[in-house]
């Protein structure tokens, strides 16, 4: 028995399912039921809502989001020798767990949730990125979700809060800040994990704002974005070259001198930007 539900301990429950930790799937598995309880807590009150949760493991987080309250978790998990352990835990929470195994970055979760839903995960920082970048660019806003709690390297973590000027600005900053209000609320030592990664953790929580901090469609400040800090040490008249022709004459009139660089650029000069980019 856990400290948090009936279920066993997680060294057992990864002893009993044969589950070694695979670096292919970038599996650090979090194994203390009270940090995960207490990461589920981030993501708030949970008691009327749907949690979609991408990569579940062994089900440490699961079971602090279940053990916290969630109406109904969808867990999504690609390795299918966690399966099994993780329908131990749908059976200690009847009705209340759903488990789909597959691809997180294939899977449309949307008919499986009922609305409001807030996302948790602990996932590779590569796919976490890569679905992070996706549930803050859909074309309308507000989106499906109303907040998204993850585990990032610490690293990727300061990216997401940066401020202009500083090293850790770009586009992951920018395209959370724009339509979500982004914060680091709890950071981790590799100690925490089994096996323990090289690097620290951090969990950050985003909220959806109501509507984006300014207008812009998400395409172009996505591409626009992209293409200024992928050439971050040039002025921008050079590295936005590629987006439209007249690029200098674009930055001019949304009160950008085409000499700064992306790093000294504000969001809401940026969407000024993807306004222009987009005028006829
Ligand atoms: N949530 C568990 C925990 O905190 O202990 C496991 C975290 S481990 C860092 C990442 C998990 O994501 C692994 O279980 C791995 O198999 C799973 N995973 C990796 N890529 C995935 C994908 N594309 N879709 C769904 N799950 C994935």
């Not at 969990?203 to 395409?219: C, D, G, I, M, T």
Request: aromatic share 4%; glycine share 6%.
């Amino acid at each position: 028995m856990s400290a948090i539900d009936d279920l066993p301990p997680l060294r057992q429950v990864i002893a009993d399912h044969g589950l070694s930790a695979r670096k292919s799937l970038g599996q650090n598995f979090l194994l203390d039921l009270n940090l995960t309880a207490k990461i589920a807590r981030q993501a708030g009150d949970l008691s009327e809502c749907d949690v979609l949760e991408i990569g579940p493991g062994p089900g440490g987080l699961t079971r602090g989001l279940l053990s916290e309250g969630a109406r109904k978790v969808l867990a999504i998990e690609k390795d299918t020798r966690c399966i099994p352990a993780l329908s131990e835990i749908a059976v200690a929470y009847p009705g209340r767990l759903e488990v789909i195994n597959g691809d997180a970055l294939e899977i449309d979760p949307l008919s499986h949730l009922t609305p409001p839903i807030r996302i948790a995960a602990n996932l590779p920082y590569n796919v976490g990125t890569e679905l992070l970048v996706r549930w803050l660019t859909p074309k309308e806003w507000p989106p499906f979700w109303q907040s998204l709690t993850l585990m990032f390297q610490r690293e990727v973590a300061e990216r997401i809060v940066a401020q202009p000027g500083s090293k850790a600005y770009g586009r992951l900053a920018i395209l959370a800040q724009w339509r979500a209000e982004a914060k680091i609320v709890l950071s981790l030592p590799p100690g925490a994990f089994t096996p323990p990664p090289k690097v620290n953790s951090a969990v950050v929580h985003l909220k959806s704002l109501e509507k984006p901090r300014f207008e812009a469609e998400a395409a172009t400040l996505s591409r626009v974005v992209a293409a200024a800090f992928n050439q971050r040490r040039k002025m921008l008249r050079a590295s936005l070259k590629g987006v439209a022709p007249d690029i200098e004459d674009r930055l001019l009139a949304a009160g950008i001198k085409p000499t700064e660089r992306a790093e000294q650029v504000s969001l809401e000069e940026f969407c000024a930007l993807a306004r222009q980019v987009d005028a006829i």
